[in-house]
């Protein structure tokens, strides 16, 4: 059986929290570009994201991706509920 794509993040805290999703739901994963996040001297580039490196992907096995999918789906805030992005200035982006 393969692994399947759930979530492709550069976003430390939304991997953060589809990690705890999928524990909690007892759905065993593996995370694919996280161990060489660092690795370039170009880092995170303060944003989580490295350019070399790629966004942090989360795999499941075939049989549990529809369900983990669904959960991830239903646990996920919307774009539209979350915070505004604040520039240098304090003021929303």
Same mark, same amino acid.
């Given at each position: 059986? &393969?692994?399947?794509?759930?979530?492709?993040? %550069?976003?430390?805290?939304? @991997?953060?929290?589809?990690?705890?999703?999928?524990q909690? #739901?007892?759905?065993?994963?593996?995370?694919?570009?996280?161990?060489?996040?660092?690795?370039?001297?170009?880092g995170r580039? &303060?944003?989580?994201?490295?350019?070399?490196? %790629?966004?942090?992907?989360? @795999?499941?096995?075939?049989d549990?991706?529809?369900?983990? #999918?669904?959960?991830?789906?239903?646990?996920?805030?919307?774009?539209?509920e979350k915070?505004?992005?604040?520039?240098?200035? &304090?003021?929303?982006?």
């Amino acid at each position: 059986m &393969g692994l399947v794509t759930v979530l492709e993040t %550069g976003d430390p805290s939304e @991997l953060g929290f589809a990690e705890s999703v999928l524990q909690q #739901a007892g759905i065993p994963f593996v995370k694919k570009g996280d161990s060489c996040r660092s690795c370039s001297r170009w880092g995170r580039l &303060g944003t989580g994201f490295n350019p070399i490196a %790629g966004p942090v992907v989360l @795999l499941v096995s075939e049989d549990q991706a529809e369900a983990a #999918a669904q959960l991830l789906e239903e646990s996920m805030p919307d774009e539209k509920e979350k915070p505004a992005e604040w520039d240098q200035d &304090g003021e929303p982006e």
